[in-house]
């Protein structure tokens, strides 16, 4: 049986928001689009939205919600996501945040 506290011990000594992070690529990986993408470019969908969590006090352990909201309004395409990201997109933090309440 795996033993949870270790484990999370152990990712939070590598990054102390590990578990966090790996909620956030979780949520991603089941996106079909998903598949097509690299390592990194996973990550820094990652990054950004991880970024966006913890710049929000609101959040709550919303996370779930913060990734079903940045899906949505990509309808579901990681690709166009992370180019919106690399693009820096204006108001795109502002456009997931108002579809996190929708959700």
């Given at each position: 049986m795996l033993n949870y506290p270790e484990v999370v011990k152990q990712l939070e000594?590598?990054?102390?928001?590990a578990v966090t992070k790996l909620a956030i690529y979780y949520e991603l990986s089941s996106v079909d689009s998903a598949k097509d993408l690299s390592n990194e470019d996973i990550g820094e969908i990652v990054d950004y939205l991880h970024d966006i969590y913890f710049s929000n006090d609101d959040m709550n352990y919303l996370y779930p919600k913060l990734v079903e909201a940045a899906l949505n309004v990509f309808d579901y395409d990681l690709n166009a996501l992370l180019s919106s990201i690399r693009d820096e997109q204006d108001g795109l933090e502002e456009q997931i945040l108002d579809e996190v309440d929708l959700v």
């Open positions: 000594e590598k990054d102390e928001y």
